[in-house]
């Protein structure tokens, strides 16, 4: 009896590492390196970012990162997420000041020629803002409780609110260009 229940333990347990071996294990993210590249904006500001790459797998790339002389002033942090079309890497990155306790948030759109890492963005931020000029809503923020509008007001938000279109501008690499293969 002893002998039996031994042999299929045994035989169990060489099922399993057979089993276990032939499954692969999750991988974690690479870090490929920092990147630095000199930015442009439309009016002619310059700022430098600073940002970490890392390969999730296939091609998804993480990015994390800082613009620590935005022309805004401040520090501005921002981390997303990016994918290789063809020859570009196309990036999605939420941004907010370090600096301004949560008073600007902003999202980027970075399109990045994997050849010379130079590209272009733009940044929307995004505002919210109540249409028909009563005193009462005189806030770019929601300043009621949800339903408590008063009658014919909506809140309304839109990329393109009171005039502002999105900073657009361009990337150069300034420094090591890291290999997303």
């Known amino acids: 009896m002893k002998a039996k229940s031994l042999s299929i333990f045994m035989l169990a347990a060489a099922v399993f590492m057979i089993l276990g071996l032939g499954v692969s294990s999750p991988e974690a993210s690479t870090y490929l390196g920092e990147v ?49 079309v063809n020859t570009s890497l196309i990036a999605t990155l939420t941004m907010t000041n370090a600096n301004s306790y949560g008073k600007w948030v902003g999202v980027m759109r970075a399109t990045i020629n994997t050849t010379t890492f130079n590209g272009g963005y733009w940044i929307a931020e995004p505002i919210v803002y109540i249409p028909n000029g009563d005193e009462r809503l005189n806030s770019l923020s929601d300043p009621f409780p949800q339903g408590a509008y008063p009658p014919g007001y909506s809140l309304k938000s839109s990329l393109y609110a009171l005039g502002n279109a999105p900073n657009t501008g361009t990337l150069r690499l300034s420094g090591p260009k890291p290999d997303l293969f």
């Open 36 to 84: 630095t590249w000199r930015g442009r904006d439309a009016e002619g500001h310059t700022f430098t970012i600073k940002a970490g790459i890392s390969k999730i797998g296939g091609n998804y790339y993480e990015i994390v990162g800082q613009c620590a002389n935005p022309p805004d002033g401040g520090r501005v942090i921002m981390s997303g997420g990016a994918v290789l």
